[in-house]
C-alpha cells in the first residue's frame, strides 16, 4: 500500500466504499423482496388449508379478480394454487441465493476497506 500515491488510493477507497454501499442497498431490497415472497407464500398455504377443509360437495369457491370475484370449480382452484406456490418456493429459493451472494460483495468490500485502513495505520506507525 505504501507504493500507491495518495490520490490513486483515494480514487481505490471510493470504488470500494461505492460497491459497500451499491452491495448493502441491494441486500436491504432483496430482503424486503424475501420477506414479501414468504408473505405470499404463507397466505397460499392458508388459502389451500382453507379450502382442504370445506366439503367436497355443494361448496362455492370464488377467486378474487380485480373487485370482482369468480366462481371456480374447486380441483382448478387447487390446482392453481400449488402451481403458484412451487412457483413461490422458486422465487424464494433465488432470492435466497441472491441475498447469500449480495452479503458475500458486502463481506468482501468491507474486508478491504479495513485492510487498506490497517495498512495505513502500520505506514503511519
Known amino acids: ?5 495518495d490520490d490513486t488510493l483515494h480514487k481505490v477507497l471510493q470504488q470500494i466504499q461505492t460497491a459497500t454501499i451499491t452491495a448493502q442497498r ?3 431490497v432483496v430482503r424486503s423482496q424475501i420477506v414479501a ?3 405470499s407464500k404463507k397466505i397460499s398455504q392458508l388459502t389451500s388449508g382453507e379450502i382442504a377443509a370445506l366439503p367436497q ?3 362455492r ?5 380485480g373487485k ?6 374447486r380441483a382448478v382452484m387447487e ?5 403458484q406456490e412451487k412457483q413461490i418456493e422458486e422465487e424464494l429459493a433465488a432470492l435466497t441465493r441472491k441475498a447469500k451472494r449480495l452479503e458475500g ?3 468482501r468490500t468491507q474486508s478491504q476497506l479495513r485492510d487498506i485502513f490497517h495498512a495505513q495505520q502500520q505506514q503511519q506507525s
Open 1 to 5: 500500500m505504501s507504493a500507491l500515491p
Open 57 to 59: 360437495e355443494g361448496v
Open 79 to 83: 390446482r392453481s394454487l400449488a402451481v
Open 68 to 73: 370482482m370475484f369468480v366462481m371456480e370449480p
Open 105 to 107: 460483495d458486502y463481506n
Open 61 to 65: 369457491i370464488y377467486r378474487g379478480v
Open 26 to 28: 441491494e441486500l436491504s
Open 37 to 39: 415472497t414468504e408473505r
